[in-house]
């Protein structure tokens, strides 16, 4: 099932069954979902196929970083299992991106193909721990530009980092925001964060909340309430 809601609820759970009770509460039509390093790792490929059976489209966020054919053939693989969308890490370089991409173009695989810039847990301290000058800002901004160049469909990055890459790369490169937490929610180890109407008004394209659906006591209840903030109601 294709859904035009630009919300993805990220099922951070180390079981199949605990992601499939959540995927069982939630509507198909009005969200995807997320799958990340500890579910796949404990799963492997039988949780996709569990939710694709359920009518969800899935973003694979497994951040690929590796020699170019090793993760050209890891997105392969991936798209070729049917997922929405993947991710790889810019920091791999334009070669690793590249290669990536046009593995994707080369057997008419339509999966989304997007690039990590700056974790939104990282602060300017960290990165300037691991050797980057420069401000976060200007970080992100870097790595997205040279994704958008090596032939990304978009980025994830924070949605305070939003607005100015609608400028430099374009309103349609895709704006993966994490950190989103809704009005009534806490901000937990996120520090780039901001609420959805925000994120979404500041350029924004795919917004992914966690906790604030997946902890909630009715998580439909949740996602309504976030589908009315977008809203403005």
């Known amino acids: ?79 070729e299992q049917g997922v929405w969308m993947v991710n790889v890490h810019a920091g791999g370089g334009r070669k ?36 980057v000058g420069g401000t976060l800002e200007e970080q992100v901004k870097r790595l997205a530009m040279l994704a958008k160049d090596s032939g990304m469909s978009g980025v994830v990055c924070s949605a305070q980092e939003a607005e100015a890459l609608k400028s430099c790369c374009g309103a349609d490169f895709l704006k993966v925001t994490p950190g989103i937490r809704p009005s009534f929610a806490a901000a937990n180890d996120q520090q780039r964060i901001m609420t959805p109407s925000a994120a979404m008004q500041a350029g924004s394209t795919h917004l992914v909340v966690g906790r604030p659906v997946t902890q909630a006591e009715n998580p439909m209840a949740a996602l309504e309430a976030i589908e009315t903030e977008l809203a403005g109601g």
């Open 1 to 79: 099932m294709t859904t035009q809601s630009p919300l993805i609820i990220a099922l951070d759970y180390p079981s199949l069954d605990a992601a499939l009770c959540m995927a069982d509460q939630l509507d198909p039509a009005r969200c995807r979902l997320k799958v990340g390093k500890e579910l796949f790792t404990r799963s492997g490929p039988a949780v996709l196929e569990a939710l694709h059976g359920r009518g969800f489209e899935v973003f694979l966020d497994l951040k690929f970083h590796d020699i170019p054919n090793t993760v050209a053939s890891a997105v392969q693989a991936a798209a």
């Open 96 to 131: 690793m991106m590249e290669a990536a991409a046009e593995r994707l173009q080369a057997n008419a695989l339509k999966t989304h193909l997007i690039a990590v810039t700056v974790l939104t847990s990282m602060e300017a301290a960290g990165l300037n721990e691991v050797g």
